[in-house]
């Protein structure tokens, strides 16, 4: 047959590349008889049906976009043809944002970086701070000082309770332990002891034996002093540099405890019982010694301090050397006031019986290591 007069329009753009092939009697559908081969465009190459070609092919221009039903339908967008003979590659997945995330992939960050105190970089988190490191070292060596120091203690069998009972028992031997001289020197200055301030000097004329405490006190102060029980009697008597006046100083080593030693200090303190009369101490008097006619009778003033820091209570009691007597005996704290005006307190032996007091307190104190308690 011979060939057309006019050629067949171009088939229409497909979605796929590149463009599949005519088909043989293509015309054949449009019905009218046998099938004819393709027309061709003058010029052409003869083309088979199973022909392939890594040619570009012209693309013809889109015909209007089809209506359906009034909705314009844009026409599909023809595809890159590849460069050669290989398959065609495909879009790597991992430069497409549109691709589906894949929940098994492992994203991992890079480790944060800061920067020190000389402005260098160093990774966040990483080398803790100096100063943390510093205080976990302090608090670790002072935790071992402390513990070291208390296994120290409790090995040694030292504390500050045992300390305190190691002197408190200490100050109850010092009547075997100490020489009389030191307990009971032979001279003693009272600087500004006397009345109005006056110095005082005591010469010791007699120490009495030690012994118990039988027939030392009158009955009453016997039994006042009876709680805290009699372990050790010391006494000494002393005459001023005139020798107008004697005084009996006395240390009475109790077998008390410091609780039993309190408990009488307060009875002492609440009660008066210093105070009283008829618990006036009793005197030592000395034959061949100014103090040889120093007894009851002539007492004149006195003072009692019972001791809560050591098993011990001090007292002195104070007369005339001349063995004259005494109507209306005065305490040594009242003797010794401002204005005074009895006998005793006129003739200044109320400081006699404090000042004396307070020194011995003062030498028994030096051989146990505390302080005084009655500065004077």
């Known amino acids: 047959m011979p060939p057309s007069s006019a050629a067949a329009p171009p088939p229409s753009p497909s979605a796929r590349f590149p463009d599949a092939a005519p088909t043989v009697g293509r015309d054949a559908s449009r019905g009218g008889g046998a ?14 049906p199973t022909e392939t070609t890594a040619r570009l092919r012209p693309i013809p221009a889109a015909p209007e976009a089809e209506t359906a039903g009034g909705t314009d339908v844009p026409a599909p967008r023809a595809a890159v043809p590849p460069s050669g003979p290989a398959a065609p590659r495909t879009p ?69 309770e045992d300390g305190a009972r190691s002197a408190y028992t200490e100050a109850g031997d010092l009547w075997h332990s100490v020489p ?26 007699a120490v009495a034996p030690d012994g118990d405490c039988a027939g030392a ?66 005197p030592y008097a000395a034959k061949d010694t100014v103090a040889a006619g120093f007894g ?31 109507d209306e005996p005065e305490p040594a704290e009242e003797a010794i006031e401002s204005g005074a005006a009895s006998a005793p307190a006129q003739a200044g032996l109320g400081h006699e019986a404090k000042g004396l007091a307070d020194r011995v307190e003062r030498a028994l104190r030096k051989n146990i290591g505390t302080p005084t308690e009655h500065p004077s």
Do not use: N
């Open 35 to 48: 099938a004819q081969a393709p027309s061709r465009r003058p010029g052409a190459s003869e083309q088979t």
């Open 92 to 160: 790597d997945p991992a430069l497409s944002w549109s691709t589906p995330h894949d929940p098994r992939t492992l994203i991992s960050f890079g480790e944060p970086e800061g920067y020190d105190g000389l402005a260098r970089p160093r990774p966040l988190g990483g080398r803790p701070r100096p100063q943390a490191v510093a205080a976990a070292v302090c608090l670790v060596l002072g935790v071992g000082l402390l513990t070291g120091a208390v296994t120290g203690s409790w090995l040694a069998g030292d504390s500050g």
């Open 180 to 205: 009389v001289d030191q307990l009971f020197p032979p001279t003693l200055l009272g600087k500004g002891a006397g009345p109005g301030g006056a110095d005082r000097t005591w010469t010791r004329v």
């Open 217 to 282: 006190f009158d009955r009453l102060l016997a039994k006042a002093l009876d709680p805290v029980g009699c372990s050790r009697l010391l006494r000494a008597t002393y005459t001023d540099a005139t020798q107008s006046h004697v005084t009996t100083v006395g240390l009475l080593f109790t077998k008390a405890d410091a609780a039993a030693m309190t408990a009488l200090a307060d009875r002492f303190e609440k009660q008066g019982l210093g105070r009283r009369e008829d618990l006036m101490p009793l």
């Open 296 to 326: 009851a009778p002539q007492r004149a003033s006195w003072t009692v301090s019972v001791l809560t820091d050591a098993p011990v209570v001090v007292y002195a009691v104070s007369g005339w050397a001349d063995g004259r007597t005494v």
